[in-house]
């Protein structure tokens, strides 16, 4: 494991098929997930592909839902990654994945995403007349890359 606080995080399930997140090993920054039924992620089709589970995440953190480079590679992609769950949220976990250059099946306990658990810092912005400079500036879009 990471050496660091461990943090715990409630789950409950909704279905008998729903497996809890887990970390593969010790180096592991995100803990997988898995769908809870058989599912087909088709090309060009936005699929919900359901967890049954619902997360209690600690005040104070969120739960980041990102894709396996496997699946990706494969043409099937998470549209909103990182996908965010908010602490208040109490709703099953939906993982949306979409194929863009590829389909996926899915069998009930299959892997299809990943969770990072992240603390939250508090911030707010200000309006403010001017800001500081930088080499880059206002470049964007790629601007730094070829």
Do not use: W
């Not at 976990?93 to 969770?115: N, P």
């Not at 707010?124 to 880059?136: A, G, L, M, Y």
């Amino acid at each position: 494991m990471i050496k660091s606080v461990m943090m715990t995080v409630k789950t409950k399930k909704l279905n008998p098929n729903a497996i809890l997140p887990k970390l593969v090993d010790d180096f592991a920054a995100c803990a997988d997930l898995y769908c809870c039924e058989d599912c087909v992620v088709e090309l060009g089709k936005l699929t919900k592909v359901r967890t049954g589970l619902v997360f209690e995440i600690p005040e104070g953190h969120m739960v980041e839902v990102r894709p396996r480079s496997g699946i990706s590679s494969r043409g099937v992609i998470i549209p909103n990654a990182p996908g965010t769950i908010d602490s208040n949220y109490r709703g099953e976990v939906i993982v949306l994945m979409y194929g863009l250059f590829g389909s996926e099946t899915f069998k009930a306990g299959s892997r299809v995403a990943q969770a990072r658990l992240v603390k939250l810092e508090g911030y707010t912005f200000k309006e403010v007349d001017e800001v500081t400079e930088t080499i880059r500036g206002s470049g964007g879009f790629g601007s730094t890359g070829k």
